[in-house]
C-alpha cells in the first residue's frame, strides 16, 4: 500500500479554530478524518475533538488485516461519536451544545469507503478532474443533486451531536487507481476557492507546500471575512490492482432508520433477522423476497461485534 498525505490548516478570521483532521494507518488501511465544529453552538472545537477521538481509537483497536462490513464500520463510528458527544455535553459543568461536520474515509485492498454528516466534504480526483464528491446535507446542495435549481444557499440540517439523530450518507466502493487523489476539506475551502484551482494544488508533487499555500490562499482572498479552512489530501501511489471487494450494496441502500437499527443490533450481537422477525430490505434486484438472507446479515454483523467488544472494552 503505497500513498502520500498532507494535512493543513488555517484558523481564517475566527477567534479560533474548530475544525479537526488526522490519518491514521492501520495494518493494512488507511483511515482519513475530518470534522469542522459548529460555530454557531457552545462546544463546536469539542464536538470535532470528540469525533477524531473516537474514531481514532475505535479504527487502531481492529486488529483483523480487513474490514468486513466497511461502510456499517464508518456509520458505526458516526453513531458512536454522536453519543459521546451528547453524553460530554450532559455531563458538562457549564451548558453547551456540542455539534461538528464529519467526513470518514477508510482506504483498504486499494477501495476507497467513505462517510459523512453535513456540508464537510469528500472528493475524488482523477487524471486531475472531479470524478465524485460528497452531497453536502443543505437544502440547496440537496436539490442540485436532484437536478433542481436553488438560487439562494439554505442552511445545514445535519451535524453530529445535538438533539436530532444524525442522517448518515454512505459513499460507494470505489477502487483507486494510481495518481487519484482524495480530498476531506472544511467548507472553508470549497467556499473560498474554486474546485479547479483547488484540483490544481493539490496535484502537485510536493503534497504538503501545496495544501498549506492553497489555504493560505484562500485566507489571503478573503481578510474580511474568512472560516477556518482545513484539508485532508491522500495521493494514491499504489499501481498494484484491487484487492478483494468488501461492500454489501443492501448496507449503502438502507434508509436512516435501518441504518441505526442494523448497527445497533450488530453492537448488541442480535441476529434480528432470525430471533426478533425484523428484516430490511433491499433495493435492486429481489432476494429472498427483497429481504436479507441469514448469510448477509451475518457477514455484516461478525466484523461490527468484533469491533464493537475490542472498542468497549479499550475504553
Known amino acids: 500500500m503505497r500513498y502520500r498525505y498532507a494535512i493543513s490548516t488555517e484558523q481564517g478570521t475566527r477567534d479560533y479554530n474548530q475544525d479537526r483532521a ?4 492501520g495494518s493494512d488501511s488507511v483511515l482519513l478524518i475530518l470534522g469542522d465544529g459548529l460555530g454557531g453552538y457552545t462546544g463546536g472545537e469539542i464536538a470535532a475533538d470528540i469525533l477524531v477521538d473516537t474514531a481514532s481509537k475505535a479504527f487502531l483497536k ?4 480487513v474490514i468486513e462490513e466497511p461502510s456499517l464500520f464508518l456509520a458505526l463510528i458516526l453513531q458512536h461519536s454522536h453519543r459521546a458527544i451528547n453524553r460530554y455535553a450532559k455531563n458538562s459543568p457549564e451548558e453547551i451544545d ?3 461536520t464529519a467526513v470518514l474515509c477508510l482506504i483498504q485492498n486499494g477501495y476507497a469507503y467513505w462517510a459523512h454528516a453535513g456540508d464537510s466534504r469528500l472528493y475524488l480526483f482523477r487524471n486531475g478532474s472531479q470524478l465524485t464528491r460528497t452531497l453536502d446535507h443543505t437544502g440547496s446542495d440537496q436539490a442540485k443533486g436532484g437536478g433542481h435549481h436553488i438560487p439562494i444557499k439554505t442552511g445545514l440540517y445535519n451535524c ?5 439523530r444524525p442522517s448518515i450518507s454512505l459513499g460507494p466502493e470505489i ?21 479547479d484551482e483547488v484540483a490544481e494544488y493539490i496535484h502537485e508533487d510536493d503534497l504538503e507546500e501545496a495544501t498549506d499555500n492553497m489555504l493560505e490562499t484562500i485566507v489571503q482572498r478573503h481578510p474580511d471575512m474568512c472560516d477556518n479552512v482545513t484539508s485532508v489530501v491522500l495521493s494514491w501511489e499504489d499501481k498494484s490492482a484491487p484487492g478483494k471487494s468488501m461492500q454489501h450494496e443492501q448496507i449503502r441502500d438502507l434508509t436512516d432508520n435501518e441504518l441505526w437499527r442494523a448497527a ?3 453492537e448488541k450481537g442480535i441476529r434480528n433477522n432470525t430471533r426478533s422477525g425484523k428484516k430490511f430490505p433491499r433495493k435492486g434486484k429481489a432476494q429472498n423476497n427483497g429481504m436479507f438472507s441469514t448469510e448477509d446479515l451475518d457477514s455484516v454483523i461478525n466484523e461490527v461485534e468484533s469491533f464493537v467488544k ?5 475504553k
Open 22 to 25: 488526522a490519518c491514521l494507518e
Open 98 to 100: 456540542p455539534r461538528t
Open 160 to 164: 453530529i451531536g445535538g438533539p436530532s
Open 310 to 314: 475490542q472498542w468497549e472494552e479499550g
Open 264 to 266: 445497533r443490533d450488530a
Open 175 to 195: 477502487a483507486l487507481q494510481y495518481g487519484d487523489r482524495l480530498l476531506l476539506c472544511s467548507d472553508g475551502v470549497w467556499q473560498g476557492m474554486s474546485i
Open 62 to 65: 481492529i486488529r483483523t488485516p
